[in-house]
């Protein structure tokens, strides 16, 4: 099966987005409906297939019941199968934990199932086109801006260069605990099939479809997305365990580690969450949340997730993760983590994104690159190597947007594979001792040493349209960092009014992970 299949395949299902669009029903909602009816389908095909047939769904809540049911019938069938389905374990009761049917007319769903569904054969099409279409899907779903899909979508041509940066094995252990859609798992994965394939022992493959990759969510419709996505790519079965999980991955410790973290977590500060160390000192919000192997207490997400991620790595583990600017210079618990990351584990590199390449607006970030080590006195980190890529470098989702290629020269520098000894500066490659980190004031890893072109020289200036596009986005970007000192005044406020806590962002250090 070709890409054309694909974009058929897609255009097929897209077209009927807008019909729905008219009844209420948004883009990601729309996707949400697919990934039910799909599928159901696919459990179909299971059931009557000549070898082995499977059967994944009861008989009365399968897909013929639904091709056999017209007007209200069909509706009130529909609604009994989601209700239903959301009982059961594994993987369907991921992808059908608390559904609902947003397809009121009875009319343009049996449409949607009937000639749009029904007449293509799921189950034969081509893992990349039938998970093509899908992942072109979810993309065109994050586009729509009004239903926040959007935070849930890391840029593909991101998502691939990290991979291609920590070079996924077929021994690999693989996780992305805030996974959203699954596309750090499926581009390792796909990573993992490109460059290992043909090689693959029955083992790896068994241990690569069933279990060696897996991922948490907290959304529940984000998460029948990716379990619905990694199914469609060929990881898991219809039947059989999860590979998602749904919950706070923030909760408590981890049970297992891992050798490989990918991840994007989420941006902003928690209002949900109380994270108390070792020592007792709490961040307070509304629900708590004991992880005393954290090194600081804090409301501020990213950062816990920075712990948390820290902690499911297995020694000489390796993680990739996507951080906003704030986690590189916030003070207090920031800094307590910064300086535990770089001395207790191997923080070696820092990508500084452009903006203008995130669906969701305001956001300056970056990845940070890190393995974790055996415990010893001296320092891990012996050197960061920061590449800037965010100036001098304008993108824009529509018009300009990032593409593999426009990070090539990061993952050359990188050195895939090879000791980092071997690297070289360049203009945009820039090597800081541990030394000079810990210099700086709050150990601030926000470095910069490039000009910005557009300040310097009026033949430089930047097309209009980026020009505002730019204002915005530095605009949002400070609207959420008001935001989050508004929670943090308010955090502390509340913490002064019970005695028995301290200020949360007080730098709090506890026993090594």
């Not at 990918?262 to 949340?289: C, K, M, Q, Y």
């Amino acid at each position: 099966m070709s890409t054309v299949d694909s974009r058929r395949l897609v255009q097929k299902l897209w077209n009927y987005c807008d019909v729905l669009r008219d009844d209420g029903v948004s883009t990601i909602d729309y996707v949400e409906q697919l990934t039910f009816l799909l599928f159901l389908k696919m459990a179909h095909e299971r059931a009557n297939r000549s070898l082995r047939p499977e059967q994944i769904v009861p008989e009365e809540l399968s897909w013929q019941t639904l091709l056999d049911a017209d007007g209200d019938a069909l509706e009130v069938q529909y609604r009994h199968i989601l209700e239903g389905l959301a009982k059961e374990g594994g993987t369907l009761g991921t992808i059908f934990r608390k559904a609902q049917n947003k397809i009121q007319d009875p009319a343009k769903l049996k449409r949607l199932i009937v000639d749009l569904i029904d007449k293509e054969q799921w189950s034969s099409a081509g893992v990349d086109v039938k998970g093509d279409a899908y992942e072109e899907l979810l993309a065109r779903g994050a586009e729509d801006t009004k239903s926040g899909a959007g935070q849930y979508f890391t840029p593909r041509a991101l998502t691939a260069a990290m991979v291609d940066c920590v070079l996924p094995t077929p021994d690999d252990t693989i996780t992305d605990p805030a996974c959203g859609t699954g596309g750090f798992l499926l581009a390792a994965f796909d990573h993992i099939q490109r460059h290992h394939g043909a090689s693959l022992t029955p083992d790896q493959r068994r241990r690569l479809g069933n279990g060696a990759i897996t991922g948490t969510e907290l959304v529940d419709g984000t998460a029948r997305l990716a379990a619905m996505n990694m199914l469609l790519h060929g990881i898991g079965t219809p039947g059989g365990d999860s590979l998602i999980t749904v919950g706070d991955a923030l909760g408590k410790p981890p049970s297992q580690r891992y050798s490989l973290v990918l991840a994007n977590p989420p941006f902003g500060r928690s209002s949900t969450i109380r994270s108390v160390t070792e020592s007792g000192r709490a961040s307070r919000e509304d629900r708590e949340i004991e992880r005393p192997d954290f090194w600081a207490a804090t409301a501020n997400k990213q950062l816990n997730f920075v712990q948390h991620i820290a902690s499911l790595l297995e020694i000489d583990g390796r993680a990739a993760v996507v951080l906003p600017d704030n986690v590189l210079f916030e003070g207090g618990a920031g800094e307590t983590i910064r300086r535990r990351l770089l001395k207790q584990y191997d923080l070696h590199t820092l990508l500084r994104l452009p903006t203008g390449i995130f669906y969701a607006g305001g956001v300056k970030a970056n990845v940070l690159f890190f393995e974790r080590k055996r415990a010893r006195e001296e320092p891990w980190t012996q050197n960061l190597w920061v590449y800037d890529f965010r100036t001098n470098q304008h993108f824009t989702l529509k018009q300009n947007p990032l593409r593999r290629e426009h990070l090539q020269d990061f993952v050359e520098c990188y050195l895939p594979g090879k000791d980092r000894s071997e690297r070289v500066e360049t203009a945009r490659f820039k090597s800081f001792t541990y030394e000079e980190l810990m210099a700086r004031d709050k150990v601030n890893l926000d470095i910069t040493w490039l000009r910005d072109a557009s300040l310097e020289d009026a033949d430089a200036l930047l097309p209009p349209e980026v020009i505002a596009q730019e204002i915005v986005e530095d605009l949002q970007a400070a609207l959420r960092e008001f935001a989050a000192i508004a929670d943090a005044l308010s955090s502390r406020t509340e913490l002064a009014q019970t005695p028995a806590e301290t200020p949360a962002e007080e730098a709090v250090p506890i026993s090594p992970l």
